[in-house]
């Protein structure tokens, strides 16, 4: 790592992709540079898990009936969170935007807050920290995804904010490696709410293994990539990457399977659609994934051996 | 006095095409509403004791819509719905209804100048059922018949359900109703689904009413 | 549009309703009367339903009878209590005794299935020294089966039946992990919870045969427990475990014939005093199947009542009643309440009705009684509520009316206790007849005097924890019991009990006994699990004594 380090002092002796067009006049569109696709793909990232919370904490926190005003706050964040991300994507400069990084930061932190109320939530029940409350009260792991959503924005901001003809760092360190630890990480934690949850389920159906299987894998590639050669091959990687994105996407429809499997199935939906598995959590896992794979391009891109 | 109502405006009926109502419930609640207020069971008059007896065990004074507890009575009297077993000093249950009925017609008589049970006021019917109750009834008029056994395992077995088992009784205690195949998500007593029936607070019905008209 | 399940039987020509599917049926193989089958069961119930499937599963030829209906949930099931007392027995009997006994649905169920379709679900393990209750807790009788053996068949129990239960349990020694997890506490659950730990004693999530998540099987799939709260009145959902979704399936699958609407009135013996079949009344007549055993699965009143009445001349006593002990030491189980109002709504008829219970007085061996009791969360549905408002605190009039206007504020705890047995506590015949021309049960009990010190400390303990979560206006429900059992006991003495350790009648090799009327002590527990599981245990024996040659 350290030899890597030293190595990205010197400046780079190829060109870096895309950038402005050179000796044409002003007539040819900006291609974006790989750091600008890789920023873009962090702000969809976060906009897909915003999307995710959006509607899961609606859905969850309608069933809680709002019974504290605090439980609109997500809601907000993640609308928020969305129409920044969007305006990430459609970004080509090479300069984090304020306003989205102080969105981006305020869904993080109401993520936290968001975790203390939980934590609170269950501990107030009777039983206080016990199997029942933390399958059946406030999900512990839930107001995570915002955090985890923030954070993407955050990574996607601070990779955007460097120079386009350099290797991009992130508080000094490779971007790739950065992004690679932290969306590892990530994984690990959605992959802990999720299999807390089909545990609760009782694994009753063999693709509830998926998300406890998929997701970590991916995340010991991801760590392997964050920490490992510069030059490794990635493209296993990639492969799985992209399988767990499809699994989140997957998720949805088992988890729509699974609603029609309670009684009166999806005619029942008022009853089942909330009491049944939460049809906008999969695509979690899509979001980080997706992040991932930004993550493996930044490494390839400024890959030394 | 019935106190003001509880859930002003709730009528678990109007789920009735809602999936918390399946198709036999819906065929079994008809049935019960359809119920004949003609006597196939009772004699004339052993209905006429029988009618004036519910209305003393589940009063409905001045009630719009009062349920014809007689006529469920005799309906299930008529069926031999009932659960079979009887006190080893009692008949079962067609025979004990027969027999007090007619023990009760006996003794308001015997009593009262020879007014049948369902001709005293409402005060006598009370202090006679009252009298059953208590144990101070018996002799030759209720012969083959203990008269609080028949009160404790007949009377209050066989007629309160009649009107709890009625949809109006359902929405007067605020209870769910049939839930089939829609039962419940929010599980806490505060915290009602959206077609559960709301509580009045005391001074606010008609709040508690619009909300109960939306449920469903 | 299905047919009426009373006024013919529907497991005939072939086939059997299958339970899981609208409208359909499963195969079922058939036997013709004069083929001696391996086993007649009579009732499908906890014992009977369970011992059908397992013996057929080994490959014998199985016939079980049921004197009632065949029901589909799908389709019968209505949300009304009125209408689902046809899950009940309701033909006649008689109570007597200081302390006569209600029947009906506090305990007696009609229908293939028997009372596990309108059973509350509760799936509790017995306490290991209960077994042994006579020589380790000085009452009772011993069972003539160690706690360790049962410990192992009710793993085997709870695994099969798909019990949802809590991931640790407060009592007794390890257990392996439910299958499926505890469901959520709805409000009534919590406020035991509440309760408890205000008054410093442990409570659970009840283990309950319910899912807690769907359910495929090789005979079919269920969704999970809807929270509808009709449990005690069939289950529409096919969530609650039942011996119809359960075993029953089961049974078909592997061959068993069932017979709904036939109700056994006699079992025949003959040469060698054995016994030859049963006889048997359906579609208007009486018919004769022949087996080569004949297992007894009436459960406490039933059983008595047709071992009694098949009195032969070579048995004037009744059958297997050397020991003068059949339809004796009937039990019964204490079911007293502690009910009162909360300021807040609770709305206890979400979910099934005891999703909370405790243990404590069942291991608690601090108290100047015997035997032990538990209580668990309640959640009536009106009628059932206008019961309890009339049956205990006497009220009707317009003192009713505005009594239960307070209906979704109750909240309440009721037990299971322990009886101690009794032979004067007994099923004799009496001499009214049923629609079917057969001698009627008389049901007679009377409470000891450790039965009434037992239900005195409950209800302190009870009324102490609704007290502690504040609730006002409380009373007692004092007078009320449930499951039975006792009246054809187990033991390893032919003079002091009906059958022995494998449920095998001493008299008659070829008649067994397998169900609730066996248990020589019933335990502060309900029975159910414990019925199933001494059925897994018999199964378990038959196939290792067919294997020996000892059938």
């Not at chain 2, 195949?181 to 915290?191: E, I, S």
Request: glycine share 10%; hydrophobic share 40%.
């Amino acid at each position: 790592m350290a030899r890597t380090l030293h190595q990205h002092r010197r400046p780079l002796l190829r060109p870096a992709v895309g950038g402005p067009p050179a000796r044409l006049g002003g007539l040819q569109k900006e291609r974006p540079t790989a750091i600008i696709i890789a920023a873009r793909r962090l702000n969809r990232a976060a906009g897909i898990i915003a999307i995710s919370v959006l509607f899961d904490s609606a859905m969850e926190h309608y069933r809680g009936n709002f019974h504290n005003k605090a439980m609109w706050t997500p809601i907000v964040t993640s609308l928020s969170s969305i129409a920044v991300s969007a305006h990430g994507l459609a970004d080509g400069r090479h300069r984090a935007h304020p306003v989205r990084d102080a969105v981006y930061v305020a869904a993080g932190f109401v993520g936290l807050v968001g975790t203390g109320f939980h934590i609170y939530n269950v501990t107030k029940k009777v039983g206080g920290f016990n199997w029942q409350n933390l399958f059946y009260s406030a999900p512990l792991g839930a107001p995570a995804a915002m955090s985890l959503s923030g954070l993407m924005g955050f990574l996607a901001e601070r990779v955007r904010d460097n120079h386009p003809e350099g290797e991009p760092r992130v508080f000094g360190l490779p971007a790739g490696r950065v992004v690679a630890a932290a969306t590892g990480l990530s994984l690990l934690g959605t992959t802990a709410e999720a299999g807390f949850l089909h545990f609760r389920g009782a694994f009753h159906n063999p693709a509830m293994l998926l998300p406890v299987s998929m997701p970590p894998v991916a995340a010991g590639l991801l760590a392997k990539a964050a920490i490992g050669r510069a030059g490794a091959s990635r493209t296993p990687s990639k492969a799985w990457l992209a399988a767990t994105a499809v699994m989140g996407v997957a998720g949805v429809a088992l988890h729509a399977y699974g609603v029609s499997r309670g009684m009166g199935g999806w005619r029942n939906w008022r009853q089942n659609a909330f009491a049944g598995p939460p049809l906008p959590a999969p695509p979690a896992f899509t979001g980080l994934t997706l992040a991932g794979l930004a993550a493996l391009a930044l490494l390839r891109e400024y890959a030394h051996d | 006095m019935i106190e003001p109502p509880r859930y002003p405006g709730y009528d678990v009926l109007a789920k009735r095409n809602t999936p918390s109502w399946d198709a036999v419930t819906r065929r079994v609640i008809d049935e019960r509403l359809a119920t004949p207020s003609t006597p196939r069971f009772f004699t004339r008059k052993e209905w006429l004791t029988a009618d004036a007896l519910c209305r003393r065990i589940v009063p409905q004074p001045g009630e719009i819509d009062p349920v014809s507890l007689v006529a469920l009575l005799d309906a299930k009297l008529f069926a031999n719905h009932g659960a079979g077993f009887r006190d080893a000093d009692m008949p079962y249950m067609q025979d004990a209804w027969r027999k007090a009925l007619a023990a009760i017609d006996r003794d308001a008589r015997a009593q009262k100048n020879d007014r049948g049970f369902s001709d005293l006021s409402e005060e006598d019917q009370d202090a006679l059922l009252s009298a059953m109750q208590h144990g101070k009834i018996s002799g030759d008029r209720w012969a083959g018949i203990n008269a609080k056994t028949f009160f404790e395992r007949r009377i209050l077995v066989d007629v309160p359900p009649l009107y709890y088992g009625h949809p109006k009784a359902w929405n007067e205690i605020g209870f769910g109703g049939p839930a089939s195949p829609r039962g419940y998500v929010r599980l806490d007593g505060d915290r009602p689904d959206p077609w559960e029936a709301i509580e009045a607070s005391p001074g606010d019905e008609d709040k508690a009413d619009r909300e109960n008209r939306r449920v469903v | 549009m299905s047919s009426d399940p009373f006024s013919e039987p529907r497991a005939k020509d072939g086939r059997a309703p299958d339970v899981f599917r609208l409208g359909s049926w499963v195969s079922m193989r058939e036997y013709r009367q004069t083929d001696e089958v391996d086993f007649a069961i009579v009732g499908t119930g906890a014992g009977g339903g369970t011992l059908a499937a397992l013996l057929a599963e080994q490959g014998f030829s199985v016939v079980a009878f049921d004197a009632g209906p065949y029901f589909r949930p799908l389709e019968d099931f209505a949300s009304d209590e009125t209408e689902q007392n046809k899950l009940y027995w309701n033909d006649a009997r008689i109570v007597d005794g200081p302390n006569p006994i209600q029947m009906g649905g506090k305990n007696s169920g009609k229908s293939v299935g028997g009372s596990t379709v309108h059973y509350a679900m509760v799936s509790l393990r017995f306490r290991p020294d209960w077994f042994k209750a006579r020589t380790s807790l000085g009452y009772g009788a011993d069972w003539p089966i160690s706690w360790q053996e049962m410990w192992h068949y009710y793993g085997e129990a709870e695994r099969q039946i798909k019990i949802s239960g809590p991931l640790t349990y407060p009592w007794g020694p390890k257990r392996p992990s439910y299958p499926y997890r505890a469901h959520e506490l709805n409000d009534a659950g919590k406020l035991l919870a509440r309760g408890c730990e205000s008054i410093g004693i442990q409570w659970t999530e009840t283990p309950l045969a319910t899912l807690s998540a769907p359910h495929a099987g090789p005979e079919g799939k269920s969704p999970p427990c809807a929270y509808r709260g009709f449990c005690r009145f069939g289950c529409t959902t096919n969530a609650k475990r039942s011996a119809l979704t359960v075993w029953i399936p089961r049974a078909l699958a592997a061959g068993a014939e069932i017979r709904d609407l036939a109700m056994v009135g006699r079992i025949e013996t003959g040469p060698g005093g054995r016994a030859t079949g049963v006889h048997y009344h359906r579609e208007g007549g009486w018919h004769f199947q022949r087996a080569k055993n004949v297992v007894v699965a009436g459960y406490a009143v039933e059983t008595p009542r047709l071992l009694l009445a098949s009195a032969n001349q070579e048995f004037p006593d009744g059958l297997a009643n050397s020991s003068g002990l059949v339809g004796k030491n009937l039990m019964t189980q204490s079911n007293q309440a502690y009910w009162g109002r909360m300021e807040q709504p609770v709305r206890w008829y979400k979910g099934p009705p005891s999703l909370a219970i405790t243990e404590h007085w069942n291991y608690d061996d601090n108290k100047d009684f015997h035997g032990g009791y538990c209580w668990m969360g309640q959640g009536p549905l009106p009628n059932e509520w206008a019961a309890v408002q009339t049956g205990s605190r006497g009220l009707w009039g317009e003192k009713l009316r505005n009594a239960m206007l307070d209906y979704n504020h109750m909240i309440g705890v009721k037990m299971v206790g322990e009886m101690l047995p009794n032979e004067k506590n007994r099923v004799t015949l009496a001499e009214d007849v049923d629609q079917y021309g057969l001698r009627v049960a008389k049901i007679t009990y009377a409470w000891g005097e450790n039965d009434k010190a037992l239900i005195k400390h409950a209800i302190e303990q009870m009324g102490r924890s609704i007290d502690a979560i504040g609730a006002r206006d409380m009373f007692a429900q004092e007078d009320d019991t449930n499951h039975l059992g006792g009246t054809a006991r187990m033991g390893d003495d032919r003079r002091t009990s009906v059958v022995n350790a494998d449920c095998r009648s001493w008299d008659i090799p070829n008649l067994w006994v397998c169900d609730g009327s066996v248990f020589p002590t019933v335990g502060g527990v309900n029975p159910a699990l414990t019925i199933q599981t001494i059925a897994v245990r018999t199964a378990d024996r038959i196939r290792k004594l067919s294997a020996a040659g000892e059938l």
